[in-house]
């Protein structure tokens, strides 16, 4: 009978003439050299490793955005909050603009404003002072900033008044698109051969807050209180002159005296924002909140909360994102809203269709 170290020997030396020569019986340390893999399996492994989430990777970014925005206040505090400002009295003003279906207005009024720039340019001009005034800053040129409102409150006077019929029985719409018509044209006119008169209309066309001062900030902070004292206190009034003029002239409101106040104030608003920070971003603001608005109140009403939240939302988001990477405040904030609209009007059909099922 075989004892147990004979029968391991045994075991042992059947296992090695089993074994292909120069084999080890048991390996006892793992091979030098791992299985190739295939190229296909080395992409793979590569491109699952690229888009895999990294937490931290984000964290990054966006500790990095809130720092570089940071580090910017301090040399743009002025345009930021000048903008903001800016944007909620834009924003209010343009939930009457877009409740009385008048949105072209904003347009007109924009390029009637800078047509008065262009003939305060011009006088400057004539009077020897043109480059003192094409040096100067935005909000720094009296002349530019008392010409531009003049002519924003003349244009939304004369579209009220376009509005009854009042001139020559031409309807609203019509008169403000002769307004921006003749603005327009004569605006490129009249400073055609001005040295500066060009590209000051440029500048204006561009939409640039860079450059606005602590004066504008009072300005538009004080015009943002006024806007949203005025949609506050008097509620009721605009709402029904905004959507039925016939019934607010029923009940004893003085119609006449409220469309031209109310349409005075917008011109002043539109005249000092296009000054300031130009067409697009002045015309953007205008509409582009309060449609926005409209898109998810379902009554005027809520619409002067909503504009001016949605404005400062998107205007907040639009200067940080610029500021990270380097583009202009004023187009990023306007592009921000622009493509909010088609977003939040495809969420509303949505929603109704979901509704509808659902009943």
């Given at each position: 009978m ?5 029968a391991?020997v045994?075991l042992?030396?059947a296992?090695t003439c089993?074994?292909?020569?120069g084999?080890?019986p ?6 030098a ?10 992409a793979?492994?590569?491109a699952g ?5 990294a937490?931290a990777?984000?964290a990054?970014?966006?500790r990095g ?9 301090a040399l743009?505090?002025?345009s930021?909050l000048t ?9 209010l003003?343009g939930?009457l603009?877009?409740a009385?279906?008048?949105i ?6 924009s ?5 008065g720039?262009?003939v305060a ?5 004539w009077a ?8 100067a800053?935005a909000a720094?040129?009296?002349?530019t ?7 924003a409150?003349?244009a939304?006077?004369?579209t009220a008044?376009g ?7 031409e309807?609203h719409?019509?008169v403000?698109g002769w307004i921006?018509l003749?603005s327009a ?6 400073i055609?051969r001005s ?16 450059g606005?001062t602590?004066a504008d900030v009072?300005v538009?902070?004080a015009m943002?209180?006024?806007s ?5 206190l ?14 607010a002239?029923?009940?004893?409101m003085?119609?006449?005296?409220w469309?031209t106040?109310?349409?005075?104030w917008l ?6 924002s296009?000054?300031?920070?130009g067409?697009?971003y002045?015309?953007?603001l ?5 449609l ?7 009554e005027?009403?809520p619409m ?10 998107a205007?907040?988001a ?5 500021d990270?990477y380097?583009?202009p405040?004023?187009?990023m904030s306007v592009?921000l809203?622009?493509?909010?609209l088609?977003?939040?009007?495809l969420?509303r ?6 509704s509808?099922?659902?009943?």
């Amino acid at each position: 009978m075989l004892t147990l170290p004979t029968a391991r020997v045994v075991l042992i030396l059947a296992l090695t003439c089993l074994l292909p020569a120069g084999a080890a019986p048991f390996p006892t340390t793992a091979p030098a050299n791992p299985p190739a893999r295939s190229p296909l399996d080395q992409a793979v492994e590569e491109a699952g490793a690229a888009t895999e989430p990294a937490p931290a990777a984000r964290a990054d970014d966006a500790r990095g955005t809130a720092h570089s925005f940071a580090s910017s206040w301090a040399l743009f505090r002025n345009s930021y909050l000048t903008g903001w400002f800016m944007a909620v009295a834009l924003s209010l003003v343009g939930v009457l603009v877009v409740a009385r279906d008048q949105i072209f207005i904003g347009a007109a009024l924009s390029q009637a404003s800078a047509l008065g720039v262009a003939v305060a340019l011009l006088l400057g001009t004539w009077a020897g002072h043109g480059a003192a005034d094409h040096d100067a800053p935005a909000a720094g040129a009296p002349l530019t900033s008392i010409m531009a409102v003049a002519f924003a409150v003349g244009a939304a006077l004369l579209t009220a008044r376009g509005g009854h019929g009042g001139v020559g029985g031409e309807s609203h719409e019509a008169v403000t698109g002769w307004i921006f018509l003749v603005s327009a044209s004569l605006s490129v006119l009249l400073i055609s051969r001005s040295p500066h008169g060009l590209e000051e209309i440029q500048r204006l066309a561009s939409s640039s807050l860079i450059g606005a001062t602590a004066a504008d900030v009072w300005v538009f902070a004080a015009m943002a209180v006024v806007s949203g004292a005025v949609a506050l206190l008097f509620n009721r009034r605009i709402l029904l002159l905004a959507t039925d003029p016939a019934m607010a002239a029923a009940v004893g409101m003085r119609t006449g005296w409220w469309s031209t106040g109310l349409a005075a104030w917008l011109g002043v608003v539109v005249g000092l924002s296009i000054r300031v920070s130009g067409m697009l971003y002045t015309f953007g603001l205008l509409v582009l909140p309060a449609l926005l608005a409209k898109q998810l109140c379902r009554e005027v009403r809520p619409m002067f909360l909503a504009a001016p939240v949605a404005a400062l939302a998107a205007t907040a988001a639009g200067f940080v994102l610029a500021d990270r990477y380097d583009f202009p405040p004023g187009q990023m904030s306007v592009a921000l809203l622009a493509l909010l609209l088609p977003a939040a009007r495809l969420t509303r059909a949505a929603a109704a269709r979901l509704s509808a099922r659902r009943w």
